[in-house]
């Protein structure tokens, strides 16, 4: 979540079961963010074990009024065409838990899947994560009474339906959805690679590993604190896939629209922007599909107009789609991914500033086991404080030795998170030429029907 948070403390590791604040002290965001997401974390591993990976209610009331199945695949009939490679379903209203995360969806959503390959059997499956939204993104956060502040931002749960090869070429073979269920770890491993890669940070070592003496270049020089931010742009494996970086966790963003000029770009809040900097074109809707943007130099500030040395030219975006929307700093471009061995310095460390480095990992020396995809958006935290003699905050392991300074532990991203459920098999009925679906929902009825029918 890139906001203006002085950094994130959670850790279900700890098992921590609530916050306790004291008088007289100073409050901070973490120490309520870390309440809120106890909380949470409680309520969705309680509804993860009860319900299981996926499930919902059998049926639910909807704004109408009327009983209807709930979060149920639809195949309208004009979908049934004599264009066989494309299909139309819709999901019907209702509410569905995917690993304890709540979906909800207040009325029937159509989605779309071209080139599909009759002869092929597809697996449609809920895709759901958590998104951080600004005022950026919804202006009614904004409280006018104010001036329009931003005070807090949100979040909130968002799920696409998503389509799946069950194709032997991929070991994805299975028939009936009992067989999906038994074999969803397998299947899991299609749609996220387990692997996501693995991040160090440090304080640059000194030249002169000289015992009981502490150089200035081995601690966080910087005169502010930061919340540094490590976020993959590209995604993909080693050697193709690239990242960025922000020592503000990439919270300076606002809304643009085309300026008056060539390669001038009008900004809702020009706060933070000026010359020479690393700029992020984007949109909401390209963030929601998980792509990168595009990055930009900027040459001049002048009031809300921020000039670029170009804008470049815009994904294959659709036709009623607005780009870029939004304008978001960096401090640096992409930059490409290097992996050293775990526990070897076989790669260099890549300096951020004031003396922080940072090294990409693989898990082990096993070229197979340590095979990393990194995915667009996932990310690492990076605290930086200025009266902390260890600098910065990161996971150490103790060498034993006073003379011997800690090393730091390789850790996965701390997000985004996705989470994944079965709603659906998808085939071609090749002897009258139309698509069938079969329900792969795991449904409940409600707590009263089931006590009196067991």
Known sequence: MKGDFSRDTFDPQKNFLRVLMQQGRVQLDADWNEQVAILLHYIQTLAADLIGPGGGPEKIVNSDGKLVENFK????????????NKV????????YYVQGVLCNNPSSRPFTFNNLDTETTYLLYLDAWEQHVTALEDD???????????????????WELKILNLDKDNGLSFNGCSKIYENWNTILSHLSSPNRGLLKARLKKPEDNTPCLTPPEARYRGTENHLYRVEIHKEGKAEEATFKWSRDNGSIVTACRPGPGENVLTLDDPDGFSANQWVELTSEEQELRGEPGQFARTLALEGHELTLTEIPKPPEISADEKWPTKIRLWDTS??????????????PWLGLEDGIEIQFQKATTDSTDSTHTYRTGDYWLIPARTNDPNGIEWPNRSSGSKDVPPEPIAQPPKGIQHYYA??????????????????CRRCFPPIPKFVIEN
Do not use: F, Q
């Open 73 to 84: 695949i639809l195949l309208p009939e004009e979908s049934n065409s004599k264009e066989n």
């Open 334 to 347: 992409e930059i490409r991914i290097e992996e050293a061995v775990n526990g070897k310095e076989d790669k």
């Open 88 to 95: 139309t379903v819709t999901v019907d209203e209702g509410r």
């Open 140 to 158: 009614s956060i904004r409280e006018k009474a104010l001036g329009g502040a931003d005070t807090a931002s949100r979040t909130r749960v968002r």
């Open 422 to 439: 079965p709603l659906g098999i998808l085939s071609h009925n090749n002897d009258n030429g139309s698509w069938h679906i079969t329900d």
